[in-house]
């Protein structure tokens, strides 16, 4: 069962929300990281499989459906936390043109609470009443609304990206077994625990 694609996609599909119907005009958008690091081979950013949470945001904001962009992101290892995600990020939306102006960066957060902590200390000191919108992966949409909503001081809006559920048809392929479905699940089991305990510290 636990490498089978078809069901893990399928328990996805009841776990991650839908995508909104239209999307708002927003202030600012968090962008939460996780979806980035360090390349040490070139010294450079490095995307990972999450990044659709930053290419999602890029695009809102170029249709001007969001005024300003806040990354989220410090390092959650213990072992070497020398290097910023929000900082390596920061380098690269300044390659492409995103002036720094629009941009704030929350480079000391290790983790979604703190995620929420910190970006709310940022967005009370830009503007206390702006509209917010959340962008993160759809499988973490559930935990992260839990934080923000009970954070913020004003409770935000949420866009899922990359979802790992899927809305097609069934295929042979489906019951071909799967080395991927094996991490779904374990990122899957990983994310329901740290709801679990999110909701008791609540």
Same mark, same amino acid.
């Given at each position: 069962m636990f490498s089978n694609g078809f069901i893990i996609r399928k328990v996805y599909n009841l776990y991650e929300p839908e995508y909104p119907k239209a999307i708002?005009?927003?202030?600012?958008? $968090?962008?939460l990281g996780g979806f980035s690091g360090l390349n040490k081979?070139?010294?450079?950013?490095? #995307?990972?499989?999450? &990044?659709?949470?930053?290419?999602q945001t890029i695009s809102?904001?170029?249709? !001007?459906? $969001? @005024?300003?962009?806040?990354?989220?992101?410090?390092?959650?290892?213990l072992t070497d936390n020398q290097v910023k995600e929000a900082d390596l990020v920061k380098v690269f939306l300044h390659q492409?043109?995103?002036?720094?102006?629009? /941009?704030?960066?929350?480079?000391? &957060? @290790?983790n979604t609470i703190e995620n929420a902590k910190f970006s709310r200390a940022?967005?009370?000191k830009y503007n206390p009443s702006a509209k917010v919108i959340v962008v993160t992966s759809a499988w973490h949409i559930p935990r992260a609304k839990l934080i923000f909503d009970r954070t913020l001081a004003n409770k935000p809006d949420y866009l899922p990206t990359n979802?790992? !559920?899927? /809305?097609s048809k069934i295929s042979f392929d489906? #019951?071909?077994?799967?080395? !991927?479905?094996? &991490? &779904?699940?374990?990122?899957l089991f990983k994310e329901w625990i740290g709801l679990a305990v999110d909701k008791i510290r609540s």
């Open positions: 708002k005009n927003y202030d600012v958008a $968090i962008v081979r070139n010294n450079d950013i490095q #995307f990972n499989r999450t &990044s659709d949470r930053l290419f809102l904001y170029r249709k !001007g459906k $969001i @005024r300003k962009i806040l990354i989220a992101g410090g390092n959650a290892d492409i043109c995103i002036p720094d102006s629009d /941009v704030f960066f929350e480079n000391q &957060s @290790r940022i967005i009370d979802y790992n !559920g899927e /809305v489906d #019951f071909v077994p799967e080395a !991927g479905a094996m &991490s &779904s699940w374990d990122t």
